[in-house]
Nanobody
Framework: QVQLVESGGGLVQAGGSLRLSCAAS????????MGWFRQAPGKEREFVATITWGAGSAYYADSVKGRFTISRDNAKNTVYLQMNSLKPEDTAVYFC?????????????WGQGTQVTVSS
């Protein structure tokens, strides 16, 4: 069983930066895919970025490409999301997630979420 705990959310002005962290407890295997999703008020949850635990291959939503960077620290069992040039439309609850392999769309584990608010 894997538990995910996010931290690092908060209030920031447009153009600013935040770094989210996701600490994972339990064994994370090289086949795992870790990621971030977000959900704004009144909207569906949407994909932000993923990274493969073994190779570190990263993928991004078009809306964040060039501004956000996902990374992982295997020794600390932690995934990060560095968010730069933040916009008001980035305001959302950000969720850390993990799935056991890259096959299939379903994610197996979810964190509780951390609020990110970007003021204009």
């Amino acid at each position: 069983q894997v538990q995910l705990v996010e931290s690092g959310g908060g209030l920031v002005q447009a153009g600013g930066s935040l770094r989210l962290s996701c600490a994972a407890s339990g064994r994370i295997f090289s086949t795992y895919v870790m990621g971030w999703f977000r959900q704004a008020p009144g909207k569906e949850r949407e994909f932000v970025a993923t990274i493969t635990w073994g190779a570190g291959s990263a993928y991004y939503a078009d809306s964040v490409k060039g501004r956000f960077t996902i990374s992982r620290d295997n020794a600390k069992n932690t995934v990060y999301l560095q968010m730069n040039s933040l916009k008001p439309e980035d305001t959302a609850v950000y969720f850390c997630t993990a799935k056991r392999s890259s096959f299939g769309p379903r994610y197996d584990y979810w964190g509780q979420g951390t609020q990110v608010t970007v003021s204009s």
